[in-house]
C-alpha cells in the first residue's frame, strides 16, 4: 500500500516548539485519516531547525465505496414529504428510488444511495491545507507581500516549500496537489543552510531522509541528539575529563542544528573561582553549551563543549576562538557580578525591599520579609530552633534576590544567598536556611532538616498562603499562579517529614495577626478555611502515595484536627487497623449502627445522647457490650492521650466481639419504648466510643 | 571589497565597517537615510521604521541610528556597555522571501564568512512595550556570539503590519569589535589607519561616555526632566488633536496633517523617561504607568499616521 511524505520547509523553528510540532503534525494527519476512513499502517514524525516531515505508510489508494438504503415515505404520500426525501438522498427524481412492499403499513420508498470511495491523494490533497492553516504553534506570524490579505497564512515563522508525495515503493510517487497562499506542494526540499543550500528533489521518505543526509541534514532530532551525546562524551574523555550532562540543554541543542558538529573549547583556569554553579548557568544559559567536569577534583574544568550547525572549512578553529571570546566576557561579567556582590553585606541590601512590591495587595517585600521573620522566631521553639539564628536567617534568606548575579541568574536564587552568607561570616545553619527555606519546591524535591531551615521555610510558605487566603487569592481549577499549592505540600512535608508538632490554626492565625490584619474579614473561618486546603494536599499527597485519602476525612471530621502530624499517624493506624478483621467487622457494626441509629433519630425527630440506664438492660449482650464500651473508651481514651494510635486501635479491636454479638442476639426497636430508646443510647454509645480515633462514618467501604 | 583601500576595509576601520553595510543594503534598493536628530533608545524609534511599518506603502530604509541608554552608561570603565552606541537598522516592507539570505550576504560583506563562522537563528520574539509592538524573530548568533535582531514585525502601535515588515539591526560596535578582533570597544580602529593617522574608538567617545554617565547617574535635573516629559506629553496629544482634518475631496473623510511632529513628542517623552529612570527616581509602580503613558502616545501617533499620504490612506500624488 502507498506512503504519504510530507514536509514543511521553513525559516528557523523555534527549538522548544519543534518536538510538540512535529507530535502534532503526525496527530492532526493519522487522525484525519483515520476519521476518512483510511487505516494506515504506521506513522512518524520529524523536526529539524528547518522541517517538520511526516511519513506515513501503509494507507490504501482509495477510501471503500459506502452503500446505504434510506427508507422514505409511504408510496402516495404528501409531495413536500417526497421533495423532503429527494433533497436528503441527493436522488434527482422519485423514479430513481425503489419501492419497497409493505402489505400491512403499505409500501414505502427506498433510496440506495451508493457513495464511491474517493482516491487517498484528493483526501489528501483537501485534508492538508487545512491541518496546515489550522496548526496549534503556539505563537504564529505573517509574513511577505501577502501578509496584507485578510486570511492570510499564519506559520511559525515563514514558510517556504512544502513536500507532499503519496504513491508505492515501486513506483513513482505522485504529487498531492494543493497549494496555500501561493505556496505549490511539490517534491523539492532544501539541504543544509550553508553546506548544501541545493535543491533537492525527493520522492518518498526513503530516500528523502537520504538524500537530506547527503545534504548534512540529520533528519532525526534523536539521532542528532545521540551524535551530540556521543561525541561530547568522546572529547572530553580524550582530555581526561567527563561531561556534565543536561538533557534540557541537550534537547534545546539539537534543535539549533541540523549538522551537528561537536568542539570543545577552553576558558582561563582563574575563572573558576567563582561558583560552579554560576560558570554552568552562565554558559549554559546564555551560550547553550554544556560543562565538563574533572573527575580528579569532582569540580569543573576550564572547558565547555559547544555545537556548532557546520563542519568549517578550517577545522572549527575560527568558530572555537569565537565562542571562548564569548564565553571569556560572559564568565568576566560573572566574576564581576559575583565579586561585586561580595563586597556588599546581605543586611545591607535590605532598605532597598521597602521599594519593592511583593504584591499589591501585600505590601512590600521588606514588609513581608519583617513578617517571616516575626513568625519564624514563634516557630523556632516548636521546631527545636535557636530563635536568633532563625531571626537571622529569616531576615537574610530573600537578601540574594537583590545580588548581580541573581538578577542575571535567577535559578540559583538561594545558592547564592547561602554562599554570600557564609562569605560574610554567618553561622552554617544561617548560611543553610538562605538557600534551604525555599525548599521543597516538588513532590521530589529534599526537605531540609536543619531546624533553623525549617523555622524559616515553614514561616515563608505560610506567610504566602495565609497572605494570598487574606486577599482572596485562592487556586482554582487548574489556576495556581502564586504556587499555592506547592507552598501547601511543602509546609505537611516539612511537618510530617521531621516529625513536627505545630498547631496547625494557631500558628497560621500568628501568621495572619501578624500581616493582613486590614480587612480580612473573620480569621478564624479564615484559618479554618486553609486547614481544609491542607486536608486537600495531605488527601492528595496520600492518594499519590497509594494510601487511603477517605481516612483523611474521617480524622478531620472529628474536629479539631490541625496538628498535622497527629492527623498523618491516626490516618496510618487507622488504615493499619483496618485491612485486619476486627477492623473491618468494627467498621460494619459501627456503620450499622450508625445506619439504625440516623434512621431511628428520623422518625423520632431526636437524638439518642445520654448515657444509657443500666437498669434497663435485660440482655446479656446488652450488659456485655455496655461493658465492653466502657472499657474501650478508657483504654482507646488513655492511648490516644498518649498518641498511640496502634495501641488506640488495638483498644478498639476489643470492641468487636460484643457488637457482633449484640447484633446478632438483640432487637433494637423493643415493643417496650423505654427499652428501645435504652438500646438506641447504647448504639450511640458504640459510635462515640470510636469517635476516639476517628468518625467511622466517613469512611467508605 | 579587495579593491576597497586598506583602511577602507569593513574588518580593519569602524568607518569602513558602516559605509560596507550602507553599499550593501543600497543595493538592495533600500534608501539609506541619516541618523534622526533626535535622542532615543533604539533604531525602532526611528519614524523610518516606527510609523513606516505602518500602512500599505512599500517602505525599504536603512540607517545608523545612535542608541541612548542611559542606564547603561559604565563611565567608560565596561569592555563593552556604553549609554550611546550604535545601532544598524534596515526595514523592508514587505519582507521579501528572501530577507534571511540578503542578511547573510550582508555578514559577508562585512567580513564575516559564513564558511568559517557558525551563524544561527536563534529563537527570541520581540516585544516594545512603549512602542505598543510586537513581532516575531530570531536573535542570530556568530560563533556562540548575539550580532543582530531580526523581526517579522506583527504589530507597532497597537496596529497590525499590514503587510508585514521585516526589520533587521545590528549592533555595530559588536560586530566590528569580533571582525576586528578586539576586547574592548574603545580600542575599535575607528579610521583605519594606523599610527599617528589613527583614530580609535575610545578618541571619539571615551571622554562622552564618562561624561554622559555622571550626567545620566548624578546630575541630571530630575524637576526639570519630570516637567519635560508632561510637556513633550501635552505637546505630543496638542500636535495630535490640532492635525486631525475633514478632508472633502476624500469623500469627507478624516486625514492627519501633523503626525511626525507628534511622534517627536512621543520621542522625546520616551528618552526622558529613560533618563528618570537611570536617576533611580521612577519607583517599580510607577514605571508601569509612564511606560503605559508613552504607548498611549505612540497608539495615538500611530492612528494619525495611518491618516497621512504616506500612511496610505489618501492617494500619493
Given at each position: 500500500m502507498p506512503d504519504l511524505l510530507l514536509e514543511l520547509f521553513s525559516e528557523e523553528i523555534p527549538a522548544r516548539m519543534q518536538a510538540k510540532a512535529a507530535e502534532d503534525l503526525r496527530r492532526m494527519v493519522t487522525d484525519k485519516l483515520v476519521a476518512e476512513g483510511l487505516v494506515y499502517e504506521g506513522a512518524k514524525a520529524f523536526a529539524t531547525p528547518r522541517r517538520l516531515a511526516l511519513t506515513v505508510h501503509g494507507i490504501p489508494t482509495r477510501q471503500a465505496d459506502l452503500k446505504d438504503e434510506r427508507k422514505g415515505p409511504?408510496?402516495?404520500?404528501?409531495e413536500a414529504a417526497i421533495q423532503g426525501f429527494l433533497k436528503a438522498t441527493g436522488l434527482s427524481s422519485i423514479e430513481e428510488a425503489t419501492i419497497q412492499r409493505d402489505p400491512k403499513k403499505g409500501d414505502f420508498y427506498v433510496a440506495l444511495i451508493e457513495k464511491p470511495g474517493r482516491a487517498t491523494i484528493d483526501v489528501l490533497a483537501e485534508m492538508l491545507p487545512v491541518i496546515i492553516r489550522t496548526f496549534p504553534w503556539p505563537k504564529s506570524m505573517r509574513w511577505g507581500r501577502r501578509s496584507e490579505r485578510p486570511g492570510a497564512l499564519n506559520w511559525v515563522r515563514p514558510l517556504h516549500a512544502i513536500t507532499a508525495t503519496f504513491g508505492l515503493e515501486t513506483e513513482e510517487p505522485d504529487v498531492v496537489s494543493f497549494a496555500i497562499d501561493g505556496i505549490e506542494a511539490g517534491q523539492t526540499t532544501y539541504g543544509h543552510r550553508f553546506m548544501a543550500p541545493s535543491a533537492i528533489s525527493v520522492r518518498r521518505f526513503e530516500d528523502y531522509e537520504a538524500k537530506l543526509l547527503d545534504a548534512k541534514v540529520v533528519l532525526d532530532p534523536q539521532r542528532r541528539k545521540d551524535a551530540i551525546v556521543t561525541d561530547a562524551k568522546q572529547l572530553a574523555f580524550a582530555q581526561g575529563y567527563e561531561l556534565v550532562e543536561d538533557p534540557a540543554l541537550l534537547d534545546e541543542v539539537s534543535g539549533l542544528v541540523e549538522w551537528p558538529v561537536v568542539l570543545m573549547g577552553s576558558f582561563e583556569?582563574?575563572?573558576?573561582?567563582?561558583?560552579a554553579e554560576v560558570i554552568r548557568a552562565t554558559i549554559r544559559n546564555n551560550q547553550k553549551c554544556f560543562v565538563v567536569r574533572d573527575p580528579k577534583t569532582g569540580g569543573l574544568a576550564p572547558k565547555f563543549i559547544l555545537t556548532a550547525n557546520i563542519e568549517a572549512s578550517d577545522g572549527g578553529n575560527t568558530i572555537i576562538a569565537g565562542n571562548e571570546r564569548v564565553i571569556r566576557a560572559r564568565l568576566s561579567d560573572a566574576k564581576f557580578f559575583y565579586e561585586t556582590d561580595l563586597k556588599t553585606k546581605l543586611e545591607d541590601r535590605l532598605p532597598k525591599f521597602e521599594q519593592i512590591v511583593f504584591h499589591e495587595k501585600l505590601g512590600t517585600q521588606a514588609e513581608r520579609i519583617k513578617r517571616i521573620e516575626q513568625l519564624a522566631a514563634e516557630i523556632a521553639p516548636l521546631v527545636g530552633a535557636d530563635v536568633e539564628k532563625v531571626k537571622r536567617a529569616a531576615k537574610l534568606a530573600k537578601a540574594d534576590l537583590l545580588t548581580e548575579v541573581v538578577g542575571e541568574f535567577p535559578e540559583v536564587q538561594g545558592l547564592m544567598g547561602k554562599y554570600y552568607a557564609l562569605a560574610q561570616g554567618e553561622n552554617a545553619s544561617v548560611a543553610a536556611a538562605c538557600e534551604e527555606h525555599y525548599k521543597p519546591q516538588g513532590p521530589n524535591d529534599r526537605v531540609p532538616t536543619d531546624p533553623v531551615s525549617v523555622a524559616v521555610a515553614l514561616a515563608d510558605k505560610l506567610d504566602t498562603l495565609v497572605g494570598f487566603w487574606a486577599i482572596d487569592e485562592k487556586p482554582t481549577g487548574s489556576k495556581d499562579p502564586y504556587a499555592l499549592r506547592r507552598a501547601a505540600l511543602g509546609v505537611i512535608r516539612l511537618i510530617t517529614e521531621n516529625a513536627l508538632r505545630l498547631s496547625m490554626l494557631q500558628t497560621a492565625k500568628s501568621a495572619l495577626t501578624g500581616s493582613q490584619g486590614k480587612g480580612v474579614g473573620d480569621p478564624d473561618k479564615l484559618v479554618a478555611d486553609l486547614l481544609s486546603f491542607f486536608a486537600d494536599r495531605l488527601k492528595v499527597q496520600l492518594r499519590e502515595q497509594g494510601a487511603r485519602h477517605d481516612l483523611v476525612d474521617a480524622v478531620f471530621a472529628l474536629g479539631g484536627q490541625d496538628d498535622l502530624l497527629m492527623v498523618v499517624r491516626r490516618v496510618d493506624a487507622l488504615g493499619k487497623f483496618l485491612d485486619t478483621d476486627d477492623g473491618k467487622n468494627l467498621l460494619a457494626g459501627t456503620k450499622r449502627a450508625s445506619n439504625i441509629l440516623s434512621i431511628e433519630e428520623k422518625r423520632d425527630k431526636r437524638s439518642f445522647d445520654g448515657a444509657p440506664d443500666a437498669a434497663l438492660y435485660n440482655l446479656d449482650e446488652e450488659k456485655a457490650l455496655a461493658k465492653a464500651i466502657g472499657e474501650v473508651s478508657a483504654e482507646a481514651s488513655a492511648a490516644v492521650a498518649k498518641e498511640d494510635f496502634a495501641a488506640a486501635m488495638r483498644a478498639m479491636a476489643k470492641l468487636r466481639p460484643a457488637v457482633d454479638a449484640f447484633f446478632d442476639k438483640v432487637k433494637v426497636n423493643d415493643d417496650d419504648p423505654k427499652i428501645r430508646e435504652n438500646r438506641l443510647k447504647l448504639l450511640n454509645e458504640i459510635r462515640s466510643a470510636t469517635r476516639a480515633v476517628a468518625d467511622f462514618s466517613k469512611i467508605e467501604g | 571589497m579587495d579593491s576597497l583601500p586598506l583602511h577602507m576595509r569593513p574588518e580593519r576601520s569602524f568607518q569602513g565597517f558602516i559605509l560596507a553595510l550602507q553599499r550593501f543594503w543600497a543595493e538592495q534598493g533600500c534608501v539609506i537615510l541619516q541618523p534622526y536628530d533626535m535622542e532615543m533608545g533604539a533604531g525602532t524609534f526611528h519614524p523610518a521604521t516606527t510609523l513606516r511599518a505602518l500602512g500599505p506603502k512599500p517602505w525599504n530604509a536603512a540607517y545608523v541610528q545612535p542608541s541612548r541608554?542611559?542606564?547603561?552608561?559604565r563611565y567608560g570603565e565596561n569592555p563593552n556597555r556604553m549609554q550611546h552606541y550604535y545601532q544598524f537598522q534596515v526595514i523592508m516592507k514587505p519582507s521579501p522571501p528572501n530577507l534571511q539570505e540578503l542578511y547573510l550576504k550582508s555578514l559577508g560583506a562585512i567580513g564575516i564568512d559564513a564558511a568559517v563562522h557558525d551563524i544561527r537563528f536563534v529563537e527570541d520574539d520581540w516585544e516594545s512595550p512603549t512602542l505598543g509592538a510586537w513581532g516575531l524573530g530570531w536573535e542570530c548568533w556568530c560563533d556562540g556570539m548575539e550580532v543582530s535582531q531580526f523581526t517579522y514585525f506583527q504589530q507597532v502601535a497597537g496596529f497590525e503590519c499590514a503587510p508585514v515588515a521585516g526589520e533587521l539591526t545590528y549592533g555595530l560596535e559588536r560586530l566590528a569589535m569580533y571582525v576586528q578582533g578586539v576586547d574592548r570597544v574603545y580600542d575599535l580602529n575607528f579610521n583605519g589607519r594606523e599610527g599617528a593617522e589613527k583614530v580609535t574608538y575610545g578618541d571619539v567617545f571615551l571622554q562622552a561616555e564618562r561624561e554622559y554617565s555622571r550626567h545620566n547617574f548624578e546630575v541630571a535635573d530630575t524637576t526639570m526632566l519630570f516637567e519635560q516629559f508632561r510637556m513633550a506629553e501635552d505637546a505630543c496629544k496638542k500636535y495630535l488633536d490640532a492635525g486631525w482634518q475633514e478632508n472633502s475631496k476624500l469623500g469627507n473623510r478624516r486625514e492627519h496633517l501633523m503626525a511626525l511632529p507628534a511622534y517627536d513628542q512621543c520621542i522625546k517623552a520616551s528618552h526622558v523617561f529613560n533618563l528618570l529612570d537611570a536617576r533611580g527616581v521612577i519607583s517599580v509602580t510607577e514605571r508601569q504607568s509612564y511606560i503605559l503613558r508613552v504607548r498611549e502616545l505612540a497608539k495615538a501617533c500611530g492612528e494619525a499616521w495611518l491618516h497621512t499620504e504616506a500612511g496610505g490612506s489618501s492617494p500619493s500624488s
Amino acid at each position: 500500500m502507498p506512503d504519504l511524505l510530507l514536509e514543511l520547509f521553513s525559516e528557523e523553528i523555534p527549538a522548544r516548539m519543534q518536538a510538540k510540532a512535529a507530535e502534532d503534525l503526525r496527530r492532526m494527519v493519522t487522525d484525519k485519516l483515520v476519521a476518512e476512513g483510511l487505516v494506515y499502517e504506521g506513522a512518524k514524525a520529524f523536526a529539524t531547525p528547518r522541517r517538520l516531515a511526516l511519513t506515513v505508510h501503509g494507507i490504501p489508494t482509495r477510501q471503500a465505496d459506502l452503500k446505504d438504503e434510506r427508507k422514505g415515505p409511504r408510496v402516495g404520500g404528501a409531495e413536500a414529504a417526497i421533495q423532503g426525501f429527494l433533497k436528503a438522498t441527493g436522488l434527482s427524481s422519485i423514479e430513481e428510488a425503489t419501492i419497497q412492499r409493505d402489505p400491512k403499513k403499505g409500501d414505502f420508498y427506498v433510496a440506495l444511495i451508493e457513495k464511491p470511495g474517493r482516491a487517498t491523494i484528493d483526501v489528501l490533497a483537501e485534508m492538508l491545507p487545512v491541518i496546515i492553516r489550522t496548526f496549534p504553534w503556539p505563537k504564529s506570524m505573517r509574513w511577505g507581500r501577502r501578509s496584507e490579505r485578510p486570511g492570510a497564512l499564519n506559520w511559525v515563522r515563514p514558510l517556504h516549500a512544502i513536500t507532499a508525495t503519496f504513491g508505492l515503493e515501486t513506483e513513482e510517487p505522485d504529487v498531492v496537489s494543493f497549494a496555500i497562499d501561493g505556496i505549490e506542494a511539490g517534491q523539492t526540499t532544501y539541504g543544509h543552510r550553508f553546506m548544501a543550500p541545493s535543491a533537492i528533489s525527493v520522492r518518498r521518505f526513503e530516500d528523502y531522509e537520504a538524500k537530506l543526509l547527503d545534504a548534512k541534514v540529520v533528519l532525526d532530532p534523536q539521532r542528532r541528539k545521540d551524535a551530540i551525546v556521543t561525541d561530547a562524551k568522546q572529547l572530553a574523555f580524550a582530555q581526561g575529563y567527563e561531561l556534565v550532562e543536561d538533557p534540557a540543554l541537550l534537547d534545546e541543542v539539537s534543535g539549533l542544528v541540523e549538522w551537528p558538529v561537536v568542539l570543545m573549547g577552553s576558558f582561563e583556569e582563574d575563572f573558576l573561582k567563582t561558583p560552579a554553579e554560576v560558570i554552568r548557568a552562565t554558559i549554559r544559559n546564555n551560550q547553550k553549551c554544556f560543562v565538563v567536569r574533572d573527575p580528579k577534583t569532582g569540580g569543573l574544568a576550564p572547558k565547555f563543549i559547544l555545537t556548532a550547525n557546520i563542519e568549517a572549512s578550517d577545522g572549527g578553529n575560527t568558530i572555537i576562538a569565537g565562542n571562548e571570546r564569548v564565553i571569556r566576557a560572559r564568565l568576566s561579567d560573572a566574576k564581576f557580578f559575583y565579586e561585586t556582590d561580595l563586597k556588599t553585606k546581605l543586611e545591607d541590601r535590605l532598605p532597598k525591599f521597602e521599594q519593592i512590591v511583593f504584591h499589591e495587595k501585600l505590601g512590600t517585600q521588606a514588609e513581608r520579609i519583617k513578617r517571616i521573620e516575626q513568625l519564624a522566631a514563634e516557630i523556632a521553639p516548636l521546631v527545636g530552633a535557636d530563635v536568633e539564628k532563625v531571626k537571622r536567617a529569616a531576615k537574610l534568606a530573600k537578601a540574594d534576590l537583590l545580588t548581580e548575579v541573581v538578577g542575571e541568574f535567577p535559578e540559583v536564587q538561594g545558592l547564592m544567598g547561602k554562599y554570600y552568607a557564609l562569605a560574610q561570616g554567618e553561622n552554617a545553619s544561617v548560611a543553610a536556611a538562605c538557600e534551604e527555606h525555599y525548599k521543597p519546591q516538588g513532590p521530589n524535591d529534599r526537605v531540609p532538616t536543619d531546624p533553623v531551615s525549617v523555622a524559616v521555610a515553614l514561616a515563608d510558605k505560610l506567610d504566602t498562603l495565609v497572605g494570598f487566603w487574606a486577599i482572596d487569592e485562592k487556586p482554582t481549577g487548574s489556576k495556581d499562579p502564586y504556587a499555592l499549592r506547592r507552598a501547601a505540600l511543602g509546609v505537611i512535608r516539612l511537618i510530617t517529614e521531621n516529625a513536627l508538632r505545630l498547631s496547625m490554626l494557631q500558628t497560621a492565625k500568628s501568621a495572619l495577626t501578624g500581616s493582613q490584619g486590614k480587612g480580612v474579614g473573620d480569621p478564624d473561618k479564615l484559618v479554618a478555611d486553609l486547614l481544609s486546603f491542607f486536608a486537600d494536599r495531605l488527601k492528595v499527597q496520600l492518594r499519590e502515595q497509594g494510601a487511603r485519602h477517605d481516612l483523611v476525612d474521617a480524622v478531620f471530621a472529628l474536629g479539631g484536627q490541625d496538628d498535622l502530624l497527629m492527623v498523618v499517624r491516626r490516618v496510618d493506624a487507622l488504615g493499619k487497623f483496618l485491612d485486619t478483621d476486627d477492623g473491618k467487622n468494627l467498621l460494619a457494626g459501627t456503620k450499622r449502627a450508625s445506619n439504625i441509629l440516623s434512621i431511628e433519630e428520623k422518625r423520632d425527630k431526636r437524638s439518642f445522647d445520654g448515657a444509657p440506664d443500666a437498669a434497663l438492660y435485660n440482655l446479656d449482650e446488652e450488659k456485655a457490650l455496655a461493658k465492653a464500651i466502657g472499657e474501650v473508651s478508657a483504654e482507646a481514651s488513655a492511648a490516644v492521650a498518649k498518641e498511640d494510635f496502634a495501641a488506640a486501635m488495638r483498644a478498639m479491636a476489643k470492641l468487636r466481639p460484643a457488637v457482633d454479638a449484640f447484633f446478632d442476639k438483640v432487637k433494637v426497636n423493643d415493643d417496650d419504648p423505654k427499652i428501645r430508646e435504652n438500646r438506641l443510647k447504647l448504639l450511640n454509645e458504640i459510635r462515640s466510643a470510636t469517635r476516639a480515633v476517628a468518625d467511622f462514618s466517613k469512611i467508605e467501604g | 571589497m579587495d579593491s576597497l583601500p586598506l583602511h577602507m576595509r569593513p574588518e580593519r576601520s569602524f568607518q569602513g565597517f558602516i559605509l560596507a553595510l550602507q553599499r550593501f543594503w543600497a543595493e538592495q534598493g533600500c534608501v539609506i537615510l541619516q541618523p534622526y536628530d533626535m535622542e532615543m533608545g533604539a533604531g525602532t524609534f526611528h519614524p523610518a521604521t516606527t510609523l513606516r511599518a505602518l500602512g500599505p506603502k512599500p517602505w525599504n530604509a536603512a540607517y545608523v541610528q545612535p542608541s541612548r541608554r542611559p542606564k547603561d552608561g559604565r563611565y567608560g570603565e565596561n569592555p563593552n556597555r556604553m549609554q550611546h552606541y550604535y545601532q544598524f537598522q534596515v526595514i523592508m516592507k514587505p519582507s521579501p522571501p528572501n530577507l534571511q539570505e540578503l542578511y547573510l550576504k550582508s555578514l559577508g560583506a562585512i567580513g564575516i564568512d559564513a564558511a568559517v563562522h557558525d551563524i544561527r537563528f536563534v529563537e527570541d520574539d520581540w516585544e516594545s512595550p512603549t512602542l505598543g509592538a510586537w513581532g516575531l524573530g530570531w536573535e542570530c548568533w556568530c560563533d556562540g556570539m548575539e550580532v543582530s535582531q531580526f523581526t517579522y514585525f506583527q504589530q507597532v502601535a497597537g496596529f497590525e503590519c499590514a503587510p508585514v515588515a521585516g526589520e533587521l539591526t545590528y549592533g555595530l560596535e559588536r560586530l566590528a569589535m569580533y571582525v576586528q578582533g578586539v576586547d574592548r570597544v574603545y580600542d575599535l580602529n575607528f579610521n583605519g589607519r594606523e599610527g599617528a593617522e589613527k583614530v580609535t574608538y575610545g578618541d571619539v567617545f571615551l571622554q562622552a561616555e564618562r561624561e554622559y554617565s555622571r550626567h545620566n547617574f548624578e546630575v541630571a535635573d530630575t524637576t526639570m526632566l519630570f516637567e519635560q516629559f508632561r510637556m513633550a506629553e501635552d505637546a505630543c496629544k496638542k500636535y495630535l488633536d490640532a492635525g486631525w482634518q475633514e478632508n472633502s475631496k476624500l469623500g469627507n473623510r478624516r486625514e492627519h496633517l501633523m503626525a511626525l511632529p507628534a511622534y517627536d513628542q512621543c520621542i522625546k517623552a520616551s528618552h526622558v523617561f529613560n533618563l528618570l529612570d537611570a536617576r533611580g527616581v521612577i519607583s517599580v509602580t510607577e514605571r508601569q504607568s509612564y511606560i503605559l503613558r508613552v504607548r498611549e502616545l505612540a497608539k495615538a501617533c500611530g492612528e494619525a499616521w495611518l491618516h497621512t499620504e504616506a500612511g496610505g490612506s489618501s492617494p500619493s500624488s
